[in-house]
């Protein structure tokens, strides 16, 4: 049977799930410079190895954003829409091969413009028990109209730098 592997990482107490396919790296030290006007949810910025990677909140996406910070919070790199994307996390709970029978369409009840960015519902074995968590679509985690001006902002900035 066919398999797809995702890494698992935690929210506040809640699990999601995100193709290893995008994923092109995982932080633990890093500094933010926060931007003070940008498009919805974002943090602000990394230098990472001399790329420019702006910092996505998914706590405040998902809107779990009760100022809590872990001791474990840790960044994955991904790759999307030409750009790289940071997306900070809680914790890394690994990477963890999923069945293709235990991938399910997200149901039509839960699925509207704002939560597109919901891929699959996945069943993962989390420490010997079945789980179920969402499988996060980075394509679709903002509009194309802001995936555009967080790369024109890239660019302003690496530009400046030269």
Do not use: W
Not at 31 to 54: K, Q, S
Not at 116 to 128: A, T, V
Request: hydrophobic letters at 40%.
């Amino acid at each position: 049977m066919a398999e797809t592997k995702y890494i698992v990482f935690q929210l506040d107490k809640y699990k999601y799930g995100i193709k290893l396919a995008v994923i092109k790296g995982i932080e633990n030290d890093y500094n933010i410079v926060p931007i003070p006007v940008g498009a919805d949810n974002m943090r602000g910025i990394i230098h990472l190895r001399g790329d420019i990677v702006p910092l996505f909140d998914l706590k405040k996406k998902f809107q779990l954003d009760n100022g809590t910070k872990s001791d474990d919070t840790q960044l994955l790199i991904a790759e999307t829409h030409g750009i790289k994307l940071g997306l900070e996390v809680d914790a890394v709970i690994g990477i963890l091969p999923v069945e293709e029978e235990d991938i399910k369409p997200v149901p039509k009840v839960i699925k509207t413009e704002e939560t597109d960015y919901i891929e699959n519902i996945i069943k993962i074995d989390c420490g010997g028990k079945p789980e179920i968590v969402l499988s996060v679509a980075i394509d679709n985690i903002m509009s194309d109209v802001d995936f555009e001006n967080v790369s024109r902002t890239i660019e302003d900035v690496s530009s400046e730098e030269e």
